[in-house]
């Protein structure tokens, strides 16, 4: 559940409202050591990869940025 909810909220917010996603989760992954934190990082990461994957060219360019 707490992975479509995440999922919804990325969809329609990143990147145009939800400015700070990327620098969030970055920031999140390599700072802290709770394991419940680190997990719900990258299913947020997951999420915007799994929107962005099969776009091409412009469309793309948010899934760029975390490469």
Not at 11 to 17: E, M, V
Not at 28 to 54: G, H, I, N, P, R
């Amino acid at each position: 559940m707490y992975e479509q909810i995440i999922e919804i909220i990325s969809d329609h917010d990143f990147p145009d409202k939800w400015t700070q996603l990327m620098p969030n989760i970055i920031k999140k992954l390599q700072s802290t050591q709770q394991l419940d934190e680190y997990y719900s990082a990258l299913l947020v990461l997951k999420s915007v990869v799994k929107k962005y994957e099969f776009l091409f060219g412009q469309e793309r360019s948010p899934l760029l940025q975390i490469v």
